[in-house]
């Protein structure tokens, strides 16, 4: 095929890849009231499923701090259109993320042919291992990583006279971020796959600077948290085990490697 020829395949997978995204995104606006009290405020009421058990770890454990998002925050719009932007931005957030699958697939659909055989090989089971962690790492920030960062942030004060009645599209942009953030975290073996696959890094490369690796995840949790402790090393862990991860992938494809140059 003509670099034409290519750029023209590639257009149409995207295409069908934005055709996807806009398919879930427009289901995800039809729904509104599901999408919005059920999925995205949730994570701030009493009765969430996070919220409650950690209530119940509170009780148990005689540790209050524990018991998290017992006040119900107060949401306000300020602006005209805010309300229905806001209804736009976050169905096409759903949208990206219920087809990401699909668009993996379409993405990976125009670069499987340029492969080889023994490419091909290693690379079975890509498209079930990249959604599935895509779908892990939005569950954790979900369940985990927005509980905890709608606690601190929204019911951290200055004054007792400074009450917090929080703008839904600064409340929105908040939980967008994590989610995202949350399932582009938890990539990081796939993103390793690759560099180790083109030379870029290798599992020797990767002991040397583990404990570099260490400081940068604790930088990243840091920034994608609230300022707690506790939040930082929940989002943490998770991190440097995928980063562990990402090594024994890196010796299994060198040692594939070695084994294809020996024949």
Known sequence: MSFLDH????????FRAFISVFVFSVIAFVYKDVVFDYIILAPSSPDFFTNQLLCQWADFFDIKTLCI????LSFQ???MAGQFTTHIWVSFVLGIILAFPYVFWEIWSFVKPALRTNELKYSRGILFFTSSLFIIGVTFAYYIILPLSIDF????????????IINISSYISTFSSIILAGGMIFE???????LSKIGLVTSDFLKKYRK??????LVIAAVITPPDVVSQILVAFPMIFLYEIGIIIAKRLEKARRKEALK
């Open 77 to 79: 719009n300020t602006s």
């Open 69 to 72: 998002n017992q006040k119900i």
């Open 188 to 194: 990081l073996p796939i993103l390793i796959y690759f």
């Open 7 to 14: 750029l023209e395949e590639l257009r149409w997978h995207l």
């Open 153 to 164: 942030l929204g019911t951290y004060q200055v004054s007792q006279r400074v009450e917090n």
């Open 212 to 217: 570099h690796s260490i400081i940068i995840n």
